[in-house]
């Protein structure tokens, strides 16, 4: 696990350093336009990838290889099957789309236990992605939305070789996930507005250079959170098969969620820095409001993982129903009266009030 953690720590510093190149080389209006049609790329693909995420990680250690294969198969085909409708409104869109399909790969060797494999073909695709840019020199976000297709569109053709997912078709699988997959299809359907809503709201509303602000404060958010989800993820996998092995990890799990926040507060002020300058400093208590919605997230989201691991969803899915109703109000609510710090601050009071609902329905 230690191991793993380093991996995913050197992935989100060379993430960084990919934020680092796009703010060298555009400017903050196209800057803002390309984490805009990334948004709406993701948004797309999120609603399937999510769904299929948290089903992976509860029924392939369970599954043969075989099995597990053919789950892959079908999710790749599903969520292809719609990415690719959706986009044919938007070219820049369908250029995302590698990139958007990408994180199914990494999520089915991450269920499968080939945590190196996934976190080091990560950081490839990260370093290809910068490379490409430094080389090629950028001046527009069609030129960098092309690189990201090359790039992905070969490392995603790699792990079809690499994994060789099975095109038979067993009917038992679709049974077996089936109740669980439609809690967790149904929870997705709100990614979009969590994940990216706040770009939305930016990008149609506020200022030259707050969608890029604000993507960069919730990426020094999520990638905090990431740390977290690695030992997360592992957890769930070892508690489906172990169901002890959760009082285990529940206390090394509070101080390391302790820790990342306080590392979020601290390292957080000269990322903001160092990435985006003085005029980015600014988004600082921003960034504070997300970093206390972390720490909050991370007490409650060991108590509802353990609810998913005993294939109770429901406290999951009524979590990201309910934070959204309250997200997407108090957003448009708050944003009048404080600009950027209103959503940060709607996402903290969204964050507290749906976990105190979801924990509610708990089956123990």
Do not use: W
């Not at 079908?74 to 959706?86: G, M, Q, V």
């Not at 976190?119 to 527009?140: D, G, H, R, Y």
């Not at 990426?219 to 172990?242: E, H, K, W, Y």
């Amino acid at each position: 696990m230690f191991f793993n953690s380093v991996l995913n720590l050197i992935n989100i510093g060379l993430s960084f350093l990919n934020l680092k190149v796009l703010f060298i080389f555009l400017d903050l209006k196209a800057l803002d336009n390309f984490f805009l049609v990334q948004s709406i790329s993701l948004s797309i693909s999120s609603i399937f990838i999510v769904s299929f995420e948290t089903t992976f990680q509860n029924f392939i250690p369970k599954m043969s290889i075989k099995d597990s294969k053919i789950l892959l198969t079908k999710s790749l085909i599903f969520t292809s099957f719609f990415y690719l409708i959706f986009s044919l409104f938007n070219f820049k869109v369908f250029l995302f789309f590698p990139y958007a399909i990408f994180p199914i790969f990494l999520s089915y060797l991450y269920a499968i236990k080939k945590f190196t494999i996934s976190n080091i073909i990560n950081a490839f695709s990260i370093i290809t992605t910068i490379s490409s840019i430094f080389i090629l020199k950028p001046k527009e976000i069609t030129s960098v939305i092309f690189i990201y297709f090359f790039v992905y569109l070969i490392f995603c053709l790699f792990l079809v070789v690499l994994i060789k997912p099975s095109l038979t078709f067993k009917k038992e699988i679709i049974i077996q996930i089936k109740d669980y997959y439609k809690f967790s299809f149904l929870s997705s359907l709100t990614s979009p507005i969590y994940r990216y809503l706040d770009r939305f709201i930016l990008g149609f509303f506020g200022n030259v250079g707050d969608v890029s602000g604000f993507v960069l404060i919730k990426r020094i958010d999520n990638f905090i959170r990431q740390i977290l989800n690695t030992p997360l993820s592992i957890a769930v996998i070892n508690i489906s098969s172990n169901p002890n092995y959760f009082h285990e990890f529940f206390r090394k799990y509070i101080i390391l969620s302790l820790l990342l926040f306080i590392v979020e507060l601290v390292l957080g002020y000269f990322v903001l820095l160092i990435i985006g300058g003085k005029f980015f400093l600014k988004f600082y208590f921003s960034l504070i409001l997300l970093s206390f919605s972390f720490l909050i997230s991370a007490i409650f989201s060991i108590f509802i993982l353990k609810e998913r691991v005993l294939n109770n969803p429901k406290p999951f899915f009524i979590f990201n129903i309910s934070f959204v109703i309250f997200y997407f109000a108090l957003s448009i609510i708050l944003f009048k009266f404080f600009g950027y710090n209103g959503i940060a601050l709607s996402f903290l009071l969204s964050t507290i009030i749906s976990n105190l609902i979801a924990l509610s329905k708990r089956a123990l």
